[in-house]
Nanobody
Framework: QVQLVESGGGLVQAGGSLRLSCAAS????????MGWFRQAPGKEREFVAA????????SYADSVKGRFTISRDNAKDTVYLQMNSLKPEDTAVYYC????????????????????WGQGTLVTVSS
């Protein structure tokens, strides 16, 4: 198993930036494909970004492409989400997720494919 703890959320003005972190503990971090999801009030959880085990492969939701960057540091057992040019519609609770996958596997973008979840961190973007 792996345990995930997110941090870095907060209140920011539209156009601003935040960096979220997700620290993992437990089994070998590099064995997991990692993802970020978000859930706004009254809405379903939606995919934001995912990254392969090595960090060489990434995927993004169209709504964040060009503004958000996912990265990971396997030496620090941490995955990051750099969020730039934030918009009010980015307001949500952001969740880190993990799933154990073979090297080179296709990246998932569906929440039910991920086995482990953090508790979430709230991001609020004011207009």
């Amino acid at each position: 198993q792996v345990q995930l703890v997110e941090s870095g959320g907060g209140l920011v003005q539209a156009g601003g930036s935040l960096r979220l972190s997700c620290a993992a503990s437990g089994r070998t971090f590099s064995a997991y494909t990692m993802g970020w999801f978000r859930q706004a009030p009254g809405k379903e959880r939606e995919f934001v970004a995912a990254i392969s085990r090595s960090g060489g492969g990434t995927s993004y939701a169209d709504s964040v492409k060009g503004r958000f960057t996912i990265s990971r540091d396997n030496a620090k057992d941490t995955v990051y989400l750099q969020m730039n040019s934030l918009k009010p519609e980015d307001t949500a609770v952001y969740y880190c997720a993990a799933v154990e996958r073979p090297l080179g596997a296709v990246l998932y973008s569906t929440a039910r494919r991920f086995d482990y979840w953090g508790q979430g961190t709230l991001v609020t973007v004011s207009s």
